[in-house]
């Protein structure tokens, strides 16, 4: 066994010369170079978070097999993914299991799953970097193959639901220093029209959440219209009013439809958040030292898209440390989902990562709803640590 430490430099060069469906494989060749590793598979969330896909490299220079689905509620991959913490077990036959997490900036990719004779700290240890380097080897290979993106469809895709994933970001959460956020889309039985956005540029997180009117076919193409025109000022450096503007002109000009939205620039030397609210719901904020959350009582414009002889608002908001904002969109709200108290379930996730509290919000709403959404339900959740910065590790963590 070579016990050298992992490196890094060699690990990615293999990765880059292989090709980008033989990720695994690559991993596979190192942990059982160094450690003789008996077995090595990636393990990643399909679409609908209910099942896990397990890519097994077989042997040196196979292709991953894909065949292996397993369900993830209440399995130990499950707790691997919620607490982000490398699990260790007997494999029964005198050997080791080790499940470490597969994340990158709090994005959970997936899990890495080894079997070997022999794991002290050490091996442990390196495991875990070698599924911290998967995770940024599986990102960028992912723009160049399907196999991940096939994957993760285990039940049939409308085009309606393939437009509207397209439109989300290609990870769900994002930590930074000043903070970190998670967010969820549930679709509805129709295609809604939600979508969230977020990104970050060296002073600024923008966030968006929009919601396009009608369903199916329809909405997807409407909020496509949308998101490219508010990605396509934002990049263009406009600010959230003149994003506003922006998405309410397409719309009119195209004369796709309405549309209501929540767009927020924060600036993250301050925690000062520039927003514009069209006709949206309003957002819930929770207070350090707070025992309920609240609503966020701003101004209303009128959604993109209607043709009125108004104009859009800009508002302030300023986030204090240890503040957790949440923006939802109506369906978050309506019909079954109004039995969810989501104001004492967000003050009741205090505590966990906003994946964790993103999970339990989508989670109720859908139970309350008995698994049929009349309209897509979105929430976004973020916990604001302030221009000092925290590891976000420091201040939540999943149960």
């Not at 010369?17 to 942990?31: F, K």
């Not at 380097?133 to 085009?159: E, M």
Request: hydrophobic share 40%; glycine share 10%.
């Amino acid at each position: 066994m070579d016990g050298r430490d992992l490196e890094l430099g060699e690990l990615l060069t293999a990765a880059e010369s292989a090709p980008p469906g033989e990720s695994v494989g690559v991993i596979a060749h190192d942990l059982r170079k160094r450690f003789g590793a008996e077995s090595v598979s990636f393990l990643f969330v399909d679409l609908m978070g209910e099942r896990l896909l397990r890519l097994t490299a077989p042997s040196e220079g196979d292709m991953a097999d894909t065949t292996e689905q397993i369900d993830l509620q209440g399995s130990i991959y499950d707790t691997v993914l919620r607490s982000q913490r490398q699990h260790v077990e007997p494999d029964g036959q005198g050997g080791r299991r080790i499940i470490s997490p597969v994340s990158n900036r709090g994005d959970c990719v997936g899990v890495l799953e080894v079997t070997l004779q022999y794991a002290d700290d050490t091996v442990l240890g390196q495991i875990s970097d070698a599924a911290h380097a998967l995770a940024y080897i599986i990102v960028t290979d992912r723009r160049f193959t399907d196999l991940y993106h096939a994957g993760r469809r285990t039940t049939r895709t409308s085009l309606a639901a393939e437009i509207q994933h397209q439109l989300l970001p290609s990870s769900s959460c994002c930590e930074a220093p000043q903070f970190t956020l998670a967010a969820g889309l549930i679709p509805a039985d129709d295609i809604g029209g939600d979508t969230y956005d977020y990104t970050l540029d060296q002073d600024t997180l923008h966030l968006s959440i929009t919601d396009a009117m009608g369903h199916d076919t329809e909405s997807a193409l409407l909020a496509t219209l949308v998101t490219a025109a508010l990605r396509g000022a934002r990049r263009a450096g406009c600010d959230a009013l003149r994003q506003a503007h922006r998405a309410h002109e397409a719309l009119l000009s195209h004369n796709r439809g309405l549309a209501t939205g929540q767009l927020l620039c924060i600036r993250l030397e301050t925690g000062m958040c520039e927003l514009v609210n069209a006709g949206h719901p309003w957002p819930l904020r929770l207070r350090a030292g707070t025992t309920e959350a609240e609503e966020v009582q701003l101004g209303v414009n009128l959604p993109f898209g209607v043709a009125a002889p108004t104009t859009y608002r800009l508002q302030e908001l300023q986030l204090h440390p240890g503040d957790r904002l949440v923006l939802l969109t109506d369906g978050m709200q309506e019909r079954g989902a109004a039995a969810v108290d989501l104001a004492a379930l967000v003050a009741g996730t205090r505590a966990s990562h906003p994946r964790e509290a993103v999970r339990a919000l989508t989670t109720a709403v859908l139970d309350a709803c008995r698994g049929n959404l009349k309209d897509d339900a979105t929430v976004l959740v973020l916990d604001w640590h302030g221009a000092g910065g925290l590891t976000p590790r420091d201040t939540r963590t999943a149960p």
